[in-house]
Nanobody, 113 residues
Framework: QVQVVESGGGLVQPGGSLRLSCAGS???????MAWYRQPPGKAREFFAR???????TSADSVKGRFTISRDNAKNTIYMQMNDLKPEDTGVYYC????????WGQGTQVTVSS
């Protein structure tokens, strides 16, 4: 069963950027992969996904600021996050959409001045 490990989170000021990575224990190329996030005290929410051929979609809340991509040769999914806002704070997870997970441990993103 595929396992995923997220990395790249941290503390950033409003307007800053981060790039998150999601590394698979095995090939992720057959799967549509998604990113979710869980703001403090709130439920986990979907905000972007990418098909095996690289077609991405995203929620309106991040459209124009966040870009999902993948490198199938490296078994890795990326999330480039620009113009970060305090409301982007949360734990970020990647997820194999087609096979229902599993969830990784997540990576914390904190946007604060």
């Amino acid at each position: 069963q595929v396992q995923v490990v997220e990395s790249g989170g941290g503390l950033v000021q409003p307007g800053g950027s981060l790039r998150l990575s999601c590394a698979g224990s095995t090939s992720l190329s057959p799967y549509t992969m998604a990113w979710y996030r869980q703001p403090p005290g709130k439920a986990r929410e979907f905000f972007a996904r990418i098909t095996p051929d690289g077609s991405g979609t995203s929620a309106d809340s991040v459209k124009g600021r966040f870009t999902i991509s993948r490198d199938n040769a490296k078994n890795t999914i990326y999330m480039q996050m620009n113009d970060l806002k305090p409301e982007d704070t949360g734990v970020y997870y990647c997820y194999a959409w087609d096979i229902g997970g599993p969830w990784g441990q997540g990576t914390q993103v904190t946007v604060s001045s």
